[in-house]
């Protein structure tokens, strides 16, 4: 029987190198974009037209459009192996989403947060839920509780350290919780080549980002998505609840180890997103 797997943010780089690199190894991979147009253009790049691949659109700084992609899902097929949190902006200035939270925390926490609680019980009992998160996360030492929005000081770099500092976090919150034999892991896809930096930005940091691309020791997205391919296909179940680089597990930045500090970004996030999950 085929495996199912969605990726979200797949219509290019790290994403769509991810979703190709599952449907090459036999998945039915659901291939998720901000818009259809974008998700059907991507789908049709990777070779195969046996059903392989089926496009899927939402805009995840949209948490009701989070709720219909899962329900889709949920409606729509019988059941996920694999789901792989890739989506991820980063924004020069701050924006707020329709619910008045900062995007960059919104598209790259919340809605995997949001997601991933919607779809945990369609997931198989032996599923792999994998974050792409990013060695980001070690440039501040902790949430933001008292100013999410980091409305009194905020910075591209500093809103998008934080929201990857979530993503582990909320890794090894859920490994705690959990009561089943799903794998969550956290990826540093290390620093590759992609558009992210090309988006949403000032024309000064779009420039640095294409400098940044140039220089030399920079990933492919194809190397980028290859510790995400490898957790997802790996026959053993890889431990659960660590954060991965280059196929092998590391440590993280000692914030991410906070308990308390991984609870309270919980309870947060539930509060946030009017979702509670249940265990």
């Known amino acids: 029987m085929r495996k199912i797997a969605l990726v979200t943010g797949a ?3 790290i994403g769509f190198e991810t979703a190709r690199g599952l449907a090459v190894q036999g998945f039915h991979v659901l291939l998720h974009g901000r818009t259809l147009a974008k998700a059907r253009a991507a789908a049709a790049e990777i070779p195969g037209g046996d059903g392989r691949v089926t496009p899927l659109y939402a805009d995840l700084s949209d948490l009701n459009a989070v ?6 899902i949920v409606a729509d097929y019988p059941r996920l192996d694999v789901l ?3 989506a991820g902006v980063w924004n020069s ?3 707020l989403t329709a619910e008045g ?9 919340l809605a995997p947060f949001l997601l991933t609680g919607l779809l945990r019980e369609h997931l198989q009992p032996d599923g792999r839920i994998i974050g792409v998160s990013s060695d980001s996360h ?5 949430i933001a509780f008292d100013d999410l929005n980091l409305d009194r000081n905020y910075h591209g770099l500093r809103s998008y350290a934080q929201s990857k500092l979530a993503n582990v976090l909320f890794c090894y919150e859920y490994d705690r919780r959990k009561r089943d034999a799903t794998t969550i892991c956290a990826v540093q896809p290390g620093l590759v080549q992609t558009d992210i930096g090309l988006k949403g930005n000032t024309w000064l940091h779009r420039l640095a980002w294409r400098v940044r691309r140039q220089m030399s020791g920079h990933k ?3 190397e980028g998505a290859d510790t995400s391919v490898f957790l997802a296909t790996t026959v053993d179940p890889p431990p659960s609840g660590l954060y991965w680089d280059d196929r092998q597990p590391k440590r993280s930045y000692s914030s991410s180890y906070d308990e308390t500090e991984a609870r309270k970004l919980w309870e947060e996030s539930e509060r946030l997103t009017n979702y509670t999950y249940r265990f």
């Open 11 to 13: 219509t290019a780089g």
């Open 67 to 72: 709720r219909l992609l899962a329900a889709g």
């Open 84 to 86: 792989v949190n890739n």
């Open 93 to 95: 200035k701050q924006e």
């Open 101 to 109: 939270v900062e995007k960059t925390f919104a598209v790259n926490h």
């Open 138 to 142: 070690k440039q501040v030492r902790g």
């Open 220 to 222: 492919t997205p194809v």
